[in-house]
Nanobody
Framework: QVQFLESGGGLVQPGGSLGLSCVAL????????MKWYRQAPGKERELVAT????????VYPASVHGRFHISRDNVKNTAYLQMRNLKPEDTGVYYC??????RGQGTHVTASS
C-alpha cells in the first residue's frame, strides 16, 4: 500500500525556518523523481521543488529559489524540504508528490507574526 507520511509543518514568524519530511512507503522510492507542492487558501497549487531520482539535480521556481532546499535519502525512503527566510506568502498546505504514484495528505505551514 502506497503511503506518504509528512511531518514538520507549523507556525513560524516571518524570516524563520522550518523543515518538512516525507516518508514514502509501498513502492520503490529511488525509482522516482520527487516533488513538493503547496496550496495557499484560495489559490492554485504551486510546485515549489523537484529532485531527481538520485538527488543529483533540483529545480525551484523563482518564488522560493535561494530560500528552499529539497533533498532525499533513498535508504530511508524520505524526502526533505528545508525552508528559510519564510514569508507570509509561503503560508499554505505543503504536499510531497511522486508523479504517477501519489501524494501525501499535506502539512500546514504558517508564516505569520
Amino acid at each position: 500500500q502506497v503511503q506518504f507520511l509528512e511531518s514538520g509543518g507549523g507556525l513560524v514568524q516571518p524570516g524563520g525556518s522550518l523543515g518538512l519530511s516525507c516518508v514514502a512507503l509501498g513502492f520503490t522510492f529511488s525509482d522516482y523523481a520527487m516533488k513538493w507542492y503547496r496550496q495557499a487558501p484560495g489559490k492554485e497549487r504551486e510546485l515549489v521543488a523537484t529532485i531527481t531520482r538520485v538527488g543529483d539535480n533540483t529545480v525551484y521556481p523563482a518564488s522560493v529559489h535561494g530560500r528552499f532546499h529539497i533533498s532525499r535519502d533513498n535508504v530511508k525512503n524520505t524526502a526533505y524540504l528545508q525552508m528559510r527566510n519564510l514569508k507570509p506568502e509561503d503560508t499554505g498546505v505543503y504536499y510531497c508528490d511522486v508523479p504517477g504514484v501519489g501524494r501525501g495528505q499535506g502539512t500546514h505551514v504558517t508564516a505569520s507574526s
